[in-house]
């Protein structure tokens, strides 16, 4: 992969016109340094300059592999081989692999962009926006976005979720959620599932019978992509933990293939997996080790509602469980009528034979 990195950088260098150029790098980079290296998964053990030429390769490495999909450039080994994109692709939404937001764009900004005739986005920020456009599932507009504000992609990711700004977001308090049903539990209760309208996955309404939950895409790389934006909200955003309570919920709602089956059919979950028959993608250990007491007061109250309803609707269980037990077709229920006949006739005759015994 590192010929690929100094093949990207050497392609970006030529791309930058300012007669300054090694000037400004050199400048930006050394801003940036003590800022980089916390953001490597492993102990820094390289001298200041090392550091800063593998900051420089791996960051304009990013630029240019935006570039050439933006672009569509014919001379680009990497984009022949499907593997290669598909890592790459899954290493950028990596929290520890993450480098900060500002230090690419301002190399990017060394681009010639304020030309009439720049064939690049006028933006380092638009141009994210648009490489991540499958995972911007509320079509959010890089003008409203801060880019000051933005720490790296994955905080970007995660921010894609979040409600707009004019919205107020739940409040928070530290109540604890112990007990959940997953949905086919639920389902057996008589509670209804019903695909929301809603472009924010967040937004999760329960009312009478039921549950309307937004659509969520299932890919390759669901998992992963969930792990790294619960885990960015562990390490920064410990009191804002929204898009953990929503991964907490489906983590509660799905224990089985039976639960995926279930909100693939109502339209819930999207299948872009490219199977019929999907493992799980939590199977109900997706949110393991994470602590359930400080969820935002609209999901408890949620959680509430369904553990009371699914308490309530005791006898439906009960009477679901027998259907599926002793009557699921005509045969088993004849033989089920038969045998209850046939208990009831043994009973009398035991009751027969005990009265005639003591006359």
Known sequence: MEIYKLRYFKRF???ITNINRDEMLASIIQDSEERVCGCYAETISFDSDTLRQIILVDATFIIEFFLRAWLEEDDDY??????????I???LIILENQLPFSIIEKLYELLPLDQSSSIYPSSFLKFTVNFFE???????????????????FVDLLRYFYLPPHQIRLPDRSFKLVNKMHCASQLAEAGLKFKASSSTSILDLKFNEKVLEIPRFKLRN????????????EQCVYQFERYVTDYFMMLDFLINTGKDVDL??????????????????????????????RDVSDDYHDLCRQLVDFHRKHGFVILKSSLKHDYFCTPWMGAATIG??????????QIVCTVISTFK
């Not at 499958?134 to 790296?152: F, L, Y």
């Not at 790389?221 to 960015?232: G, K, W």
């Not at 819930?268 to 997706?286: D, S, T, W, Y």
């Open 89 to 91: 692709y899954s290493d």
């Open 221 to 232: 790389d669901t998992e992963t992509y969930a792990r790294n934006l619960i885990a960015l």
């Open 13 to 15: 260098m030529e791309r």
């Open 78 to 87: 990497i984009k022949d081989q499907p593997w290669v994109l598909s890592w």
């Open 263 to 292: 909100l693939i059919q109502q339209g819930i979950l999207v299948n872009e997996m490219g199977a019929n028959n999907i493992r799980p993608p939590f199977a109900g250990n997706l949110c393991t080790g994470i602590s359930f």
């Open 134 to 152: 499958q995972k911007n599932v509320q079509m959010i507009r890089h003008d409203d976005i801060d880019s000051e504000k933005v720490m790296h």
């Open 339 to 348: 045998a209850i006949i046939l208990l009831i006739f043994t009973l009398i």
